[in-house]
């Protein structure tokens, strides 16, 4: 079966959504590429290949249709080549990365410098695999400030436009403003020589600052691909070329249509770049969780080698070094604790406030921050490895991705500018036929007046953006989108199904009753011990943890998935478990069922012991409430939510813990498979499931929900298997979730209701349809000026989600 890989990289060019549409096209044509998505806010794409060469001919087809590729240089220390035979295997082994363009080894210095659309990860673990480490050569982690220099360079072009803009504006239309200047131009330097400077003026702004609209605007346009700057070009080509011919050639014109409109040209420009660089400096914001979170990296380690403690660059931190922590010190990476005791602040990664103490054997992650103690700490994982890593990039993928709701608004926009430019060329052809005179000067201005005005950034701004800051302000919260489609999908579910072990209780059960038929207590809890210290069950270390050591040994152990356990231990036959158990291997349990009954009563949880086949008394384990649980399940219920709870337990212990917890829908006695059947039960009813819940048993269950959520304490199983992850392990962040869920997606209908209305609105205005009524026509820099604002004010709504306050 063919591999699929995911790349993602930068892409140039990208400035409305009809881009967008264009640059997935483009991808998607390429034979290998099994998925795309381009994404306008972070100008990236997302492309899921095939292998290598794929990749090579997506960044070509993404050059040939004008929005090229942008591919990050490498430079890599490679250690271990000694010869030219290790260069080719180096270089075939970093050219069978998707997403690698060129790789180049320099044998000499022990160098090579790749070309790539994937990240410098990738590089070191294909050359690790082929037996070569790999470390970067003068580079340090650092945020990606590209959208910063963006905005410098748009700031920097709007002063410069600005300033050559501002006497064609005051030339022409103060003139108009203020008769009696005017007067004073004709009778100084006369409307010939003002028409002139202005000419010169406003094609310097054309020329200048305005110059990246026709670089890409033009080829666009050649290619039968028209987009925003290709609007814009329009405009602004049609007022200036219309001006020229008046001031240079007058008698070209008809009678009495001689007029300039050079300021239009020149307006046109600033104003856009006014709005450009005011949208880039909110989409720049709108990035702030992952730069928050990159900013969480140490550059530095203070690492024990020969004894001695040396400050280490982070690249050069490996698995199995120990690390010095001091107090008020950022971990560096992730570990686990050798000696010491402290107190670490992992709000950072959890957005929990309170620290949590860390002993010996306790785990670290990377970037939260050590408390009053020192530490010592022997690093387990590096680079991409580590939890921090690893939420970035869940935060970058969900801030990547594209809703459902997004692939209508791309289907619009792709028809969208040409449909803008047949109906300005429509608009011109009626002022020109019924337009009062001089009717060539009222159809120049409706027809630059409707291509600026409905330049598409906003919708293809409406949804990313409210993504990006949506899905930032989740991970201040402790709440990560592994899945983008689940931010849609969240916000519509109607059950909330919880799990009981370690999702409403805390996990760590205790030993309450020891109930033999024979013999005491002591014995049976031995012998019950001895064969639960071999699983992994949190039920199973509360048992252990109550016996009398040392415990005998086990022959013949099992694990049965769903019923329990089973072992020899001195020669007898020890089975565990639930009545399933009993029933399945033909025991009589009904010896038993009193004392079941009466603990399942007090919500404890029965285990029933059986020796050599024959009934052999009773276990009781309590596993205590969250304190949060409660508080949880009302606020979900007052959401409007149906909770319902899923536990493994029997009817009566279920219903008693239900009941404490105020959840009248309790399905018990449910293995891994039932609560996918109780799952898809409540589904064909026509309700959307969210199931929350941790543990290698719920996989299957957070697979088949409309939205998985996983507890983040739980384990890796469970997390690659659900769509949210709660990075605190408190169920209490589903109230989170779903209210960052909502006020995004009621963000992003704010977003697109702004976008089309104020194009369905303004675009007939545009176009003079309140002329006949009220003589009144839009300007072509009045246009421009409402276009940038459109963009400007779609990006700061999506900024109001970044003080969305958590419900817990």
């Given amino acids: 079966m063919t591999q699929v ?3 993602r990289f930068g892409v140039d060019g ?51 249709a004008g929005y090229p590729a942008l591919a990050q240089t490498y430079r890599l220390a490679v250690s271990g080549m000694t010869c030219a035979s290790c ?27 790749i070309s790539s659309l994937t990240d410098i990860g990738a590089l070191q673990r294909a050359l690790a695999a082929k037996g070569y480490s790999a470390t970067p050569l003068g580079q340090a982690d650092q945020v990606d400030n590209r959208q910063a220099a963006e905005a410098q360079h748009l700031l920097r072009q709007f002063g410069i436009a600005a300033a050559l803009t ?126 928050r979170l990159v900013g969480l990296r140490p550059k530095t380690a203070r690492v024990l080698r020969d004894g001695a403690a040396v400050d280490l660059p982070i690249a050069e931190v490996t698995r199995g070094d120990i690390l010095i922590i001091h107090p008020g010190e950022r971990i560096a990476t992730d570990g686990v604790v050798r000696e010491g005791t402290s107190f670490v602040d992992e709000s950072m990664i959890t957005g929990e406030p309170v620290p ?81 005179s001089p009717v060539l000067s009222y159809a120049l201005v409706a027809c630059v007046s409707v291509l600026i005005i409905a330049c598409p950034c906003a919708m293809g701004l409406a949804t990313p953006t409210a993504i990006m800051v949506g899905t930032g302000r989740a991970a201040d919260l402790g709440v990560l989108f592994r899945q983008g489609d689940a931010l849609q999908a969240l916000q519509g579910v109607d059950v909330v199904a919880l799990d009981k072990t370690g999702t409403l209780t805390s996990g760590k059960p205790a030993l309450t009753d020891v109930l033999p038929l024979h013999g005491t207590a002591d014995a049976l809890l031995r012998d019950v011990a001895a064969v639960e210290a071999l699983s992994e069950h949190p039920l199973a270390h509360a048992i252990v943890t109550a016996a009398s050591k040392p415990l005998p040994s086990v022959s013949d152990f099992a694990a049965i998935p769903g019923y329990g356990l089973s072992g020899t231990v001195e020669g007898r036959k020890i089975l565990i478990g639930a009545a399933r158990l009993f029933a399945r291997d033909k025991i009589d349990a009904a010896v038993l069922l009193p004392d079941v009954e009466t603990l399942s009563a ?87 499931v969210a199931f929350v819940g941790d543990g290698i048993n719920d996989a299957p269950a957070l697979a088949a929900a409309n939205v998985g959520v996983a507890i983040g304490t739980g384990t890796d199983v469970a997390i690659e298997s659900a769509d949210v992850v709660l990075m605190s392990g408190d169920p209490g962040g589903v109230l989170n979730a779903i209210a ?69």
């Avoid at 050599?612 to 949880?632: E, F, H, N, Q, Y």
């Avoid at 939510?641 to 018990?668: F, K, P, Q």
Wanted: with cysteine; glycine share 10%; net charge positive.
């Fill in 740 to 808: 960052i869920s909502r006020a995004t997606m009621r963000n992003i209908r704010q977003n697109l209701a702004w976008a089309f209305g104020y194009n369905i609105l303004l675009i007939p205005v545009a176009a003079g349809v309140f002329y006949p009524i009220w003589g009144v026509l839009l300007s072509p820099a009045l246009a421009a000026g409402a276009m940038a604002l459109s963009s400007v004010l779609v990006v700061s709504n999506a900024l109001r989600l970044r003080w969305v306050k958590g419900e817990r």
């Fill in 356 to 436: 949590v103490e860390k002993r010996s054997g306790d785990t670290l992650t990377g970037g939260t921050v050590n408390g009053n103690g020192a530490l010592k700490m022997r690093v387990t994982a590096v680079g991409g490895d580590t939890m921090l890593a690893r939420i970035i990039a869940m935060v970058e993928a969900a801030q990547g991705a594209r809703l459902p709701v997004q692939d209508l608004v791309n289907r619009i926009t792709t028809w969208f500018v040409p449909a803008v430019m047949g109906g300005a060329a429509a608009t011109a052809l009626v002022w020109l036929i019924f337009g009062p």
């Fill in 87 to 113: 260069v080719g295997r180096v270089e075939h082994a970093l050219n069978a990365v998707p997403g690698v363009l060129s790789a180049h080894v320099n044998l000499a210095d022990g160098s090579t410098t």
């Fill in 602 to 688: 007090a919500g404890k949880t029965p285990i029933m012991v059986a020796i050599d086949g024959a009934p052999a008394g009773v276990i009781g384990v309590a596993d205590t409430l969250r304190p949060d649980a409660k508080s949880t399940v009302v606020a979900l219920q007052k959401m409007g939510l149906r909770v319902v709870m899923l536990t493994g337990d029997n009817a009566r212990t279920g219903t008693a813990i239900g009941r404490a917890l105020g959840i009248s829908e309790v399905i018990a006695d449910t293995l891994p498979a039932d609560k996918v059947d109780a799952i898809r039960a409540l589904q064909t009813k026509g309700a959307k």
């Fill in 166 to 291: 501002l006497p064609v504006f005051v030339m022409e239309m103060g003139g108009h403003l203020f008769p009696a200047l005017h007067h004073l131009i004709a009778q100084s330097i006369g409307m010939q020589t003002s028409w002139l400077i202005q000419f010169v003026l406003t094609t310097l702004v054309l020329a200048w600052p305005g110059r990246g609209f026709f670089t890409k605007g033009v080829p666009a346009l050649l290619r039968w691909a028209p987009d925003m700057n290709a609007l814009v070009v329009l405009g602004t080509s049609a007022a200036w070329a219309f001006s020229t011919v008046a001031l240079f050639a007058p008698g070209l014109l008809p009678d009495g249509t001689r007029a300039v409109y050079f300021e239009a040209a020149a307006v046109i420009v600033t104003l856009i770049l006014l709005g450009r660089w005011l949208e880039a400096r909110a989409k720049g914001q709108t990035g702030a969780a992952i730069k």
């Fill in 5 to 7: 890989t995911e790349i």
């Fill in 14 to 64: 990208i400035s409305c959504a009809s881009c967008v549409g264009r640059a997935e096209k483009a991808i998607t044509s390429v034979a290998g590429v099994t998925g795309a998505q381009v994404d306008l806010a972070r100008a990236s794409a997302a492309v899921q290949m095939d292998n290598a060469e794929t990749g090579r001919a997506v960044a070509g087809a993404l050059k040939s």
